[in-house]
């Protein structure tokens, strides 16, 4: 089996957010960037197919030579070849037009992505590739298991979980559940020392358009002060009248 992992370059969620050119342009001074935390849960659960089944995993990115250590840090935690498309990453589409180019390229099994990055949020990625190659497409997906060219897969859907039977090729949209947090990985020395020698492609963009543009920036509101009350009538008035949420 070969599997494409799909990893977003995202600020580590611990970093301090600002703006520039008059909020139109995300500040990078100063931050910290990690793989996409959804990216991590599926990276992991690829790393289980080729220990327990011998599958092949590649990982990509979408971005410029910033994004470097990020896929180094994939290959470290054990895939075998990264691969680089070097545009920045504008928009949602633009992105799965370019993945999609190297995934039609590649003949890949199975594609894993996050089902959202932490960063912008969209959660459209994984499902417009699927359209543009062609494959079939679980979102919210917590639970995958392959067995020759049939996948059987568990989403999260409102007020409790599906079991889905598909086949490959298969796109998967995964989140927290497709593997525990204390599966995530920490690459070792030797690992970080195999790394170094691991393939990293960098691949040219197809011409492609964006279909949505950043406006501008903007901050959340700051949080208003604490208001403490001594009963709870007044606490229902409050949330009745003053805050509206009753």
């Not at 935390?37 to 089944?53: H, I, S, V, Y």
């Not at 996050?114 to 959660?123: F, K, L, P, Q």
């Not at 997906?141 to 897969?153: D, P, Q, S």
Request: net charge negative.
């Amino acid at each position: 089996m070969k599997i494409l992992v799909c990893i977003s370059h995202v600020p580590d969620t611990t970093s301090k957010i600002n703006f520039t050119d008059g909020d139109t342009k995300f500040d990078t001074n100063g931050v910290q960037f990690v793989i996409n935390p959804n990216d991590e849960f599926g990276l992991t659960r690829a790393m289980w197919f080729k220990e327990k089944q011998g599958a092949t995993v590649h990982v990509i990115n979408v971005g410029g030579p910033e994004t470097e250590p990020t896929l180094r840090k994939a290959l470290a935690i054990g895939a075998d070849e990264a691969i680089r498309i070097n545009t920045p990453a504008t928009d949602g589409f633009s992105v799965a037009k370019q993945l999609a180019n190297i995934a039609k390229e590649g003949g890949y099994d199975l594609i894993i992505g996050g089902r959202e990055s932490i960063d912008y949020n969209g959660g459209m990625v994984p499902g417009m590739l699927a359209k543009l190659i062609g494959a079939n497409f679980v979102n919210t997906c917590i639970g995958l298991e392959v067995e020759g060219e049939k996948a059987t897969a568990i989403r999260e859907i409102d007020g409790g979980k599906e079991t889905l039977k598909t086949s490959l090729p298969l796109v998967i949209g995964c989140q927290k559940g497709l593997v525990e947090e204390s599966d995530l990985r920490i690459p070792n020395m030797r690992g970080i020392m195999q790394a170094r020698t691991k393939p990293l492609n960098v691949k040219e963009a197809v011409e492609t358009s964006s279909e949505t543009n950043t406006v501008s920036f903007e901050k959340p509101a700051p949080k208003g002060p604490v208001k403490l009350v001594d009963n709870v009538e007044e606490l229902v008035n409050l949330l009745h009248n003053e805050a509206k949420v009753i």
